[in-house]
């Protein structure tokens, strides 16, 4: 099957600490999205990237980090920095073909709450 | 400074009845205007799109009307059923002039319950 994969579904973390948040797709796209969602707020784009070892910072980048290593994955790691972390965090993936209906697939999300 | 404003926050519509929710956009560079549905603990997927070369878009019970001039939008669901309730968000895209992409930007969603 293919698809987007995120791992762990839920996540709790303490104060302080650092966490990283899995995304793997083998839909062999180019591009991967991280976003952040929360109660009445949409989605709000964290990081993108485009090609490997490229990545770009989106509206919230602050307290967030991203390597792209591998077309395959996009990790995000959430750190102490970001002041409210508590959040459904959403990996997408598309293919780039330098058109803007290039679709965006999600996965299914990591819950991550501070405790 | 958002970018696309979607309404309602919140929408109870009966069984069989038309469901009908409304995005406006600021940025004139957008040029393309997708819906996704959300259910509770899942990620979003791709419902309809629409391109502003045409006014409307229609796949099942689902219809895009799209006005260029009032940079506005909606989605319809006719026949709404009670499968249908879910979050939907509203999005526009457009392209630099590299020919890059970058994310979509969402509207704040609709909550959407169809009463059986």
């Known amino acids: 099957d293919g698809g987007i994969t995120q791992s762990p579904k839920y996540l709790f973390r303490k104060e302080g600490q650092n966490v990283t948040l899995s995304c793997e797709q083998n839909?062999?796209?180019?591009?991967m999205y991280w976003y952040r969602q929360d109660p009445g707020q949409g989605l709000r784009l964290i990081y993108y990237?485009?090609?490997?070892?490229?990545?770009q910072k989106g509206d919230i980048a602050e307290g967030y980090s991203v390597s792209r290593e591998k077309k395959e994955s996009f990790p995000l790691t959430v750190t102490s920095a970001q002041k409210n972390p508590t959040a459904f965090y959403l990996c997408?993936?598309?293919?780039?073909?330098?058109?803007?209906?290039?679709?965006?697939?999600f996965g299914p999300g990591t819950r991550l709450t501070v405790l | 400074q958002q970018q696309v404003k979607q309404s309602p926050q919140s929408l109870i519509v009966q069984k069989g009845g038309i469901s009908i929710i409304n995005c406006a956009y600021e940025?004139?560079?957008?040029?393309?205007f997708p819906w996704y549905q959300q259910f509770p603990g899942k990620g979003p997927a791709l419902l309809i799109a629409?391109?502003?070369?045409?006014s409307e878009k229609k796949e099942g019970r689902f219809t895009i009307s799209f006005n260029k001039s009032a940079k506005q939008f909606s989605l319809h669901i006719m026949d709404s059923q009670p499968g249908d309730s879910a979050t939907y968000f509203c999005?526009?895209?457009?392209?630099?002039?590299?020919?890059?992409?970058?994310?979509?930007?969402f509207g704040k969603g609709t909550h959407l319950i169809i009463q059986p």
């Open positions: 997408a993936s598309s293919i780039v073909s330098g058109r803007p209906t290039d679709t965006q697939y």
């Open positions: 839909l062999n796209h180019d591009a």
């Open positions: 990237s485009q090609i490997v070892n490229d990545f």
């Open positions: 940025n004139t560079a957008f040029d393309y």
């Open positions: 629409i391109r502003p070369d045409v």
């Open positions: 999005a526009a895209n457009y392209m630099y002039s590299g020919g890059g992409a970058d994310g979509l930007t």
